[in-house]
């Protein structure tokens, strides 16, 4: 079941990302509505667009790792986050010296990201044969029961 409720959060996470897509698209009026400086304002929305890659990255990522954090599997975490740490100041570094900018640093995040997220699924899906059976139908099964204790989850952390 454990693989099923991993399931489960990437559903759950997909659909708050689609919801978060429009703060993330509308980052620049909402920031000059709060009073931010539009300079400041169009920056922020302007990267908030470019990393909005990311933000869909960690619906894999966060159950991904708690899956693996639940098997004691948190050696493999720390290699997969060190390797990604070190790929990240490469792509960093390159995109920096092409004088990419603030874009070059969003793409270098984007690409970060991903990469933790998709070695952390291929792990699961290759190595974790007692937790993982493949994907299932049952991850549909009970959505709103779940979604109900995330947001509960989430309103209490915030």
Known sequence: MLGVYMQRSWIILFGACFV???????????LKFL???PGIADLAGDFTMQVLPQM??????????KFLQAQSKV??????DF??????????????????GTIGAAVA????????????LVYVVCWCKDGWTGLSWLAF?????????????AVMLA
């Open 35 to 37: 009073g931010q400086e």
């Open 20 to 30: 978060l897509l429009m703060l993330y698209l509308y980052a620049t009026p909402l």
């Open 56 to 65: 869909f990255s960690l619906a894999i990522n966060f159950p991904t790792q």
């Open 75 to 80: 050696g493999v975490l720390a290699w997969i």
């Open 141 to 153: 099964k009970d959505l709103w029961g779940l979604t109900k204790l995330s947001v509960a989850s």
């Open 109 to 120: 995040y984007d690409i970060s990201a991903w990469l933790v997220a998709l070695a952390q």
């Open 83 to 100: 390797a990604a740490f070190i790929g990240h100041i490469v792509i960093i570094y390159l995109l920096v010296m092409f004088k990419w």
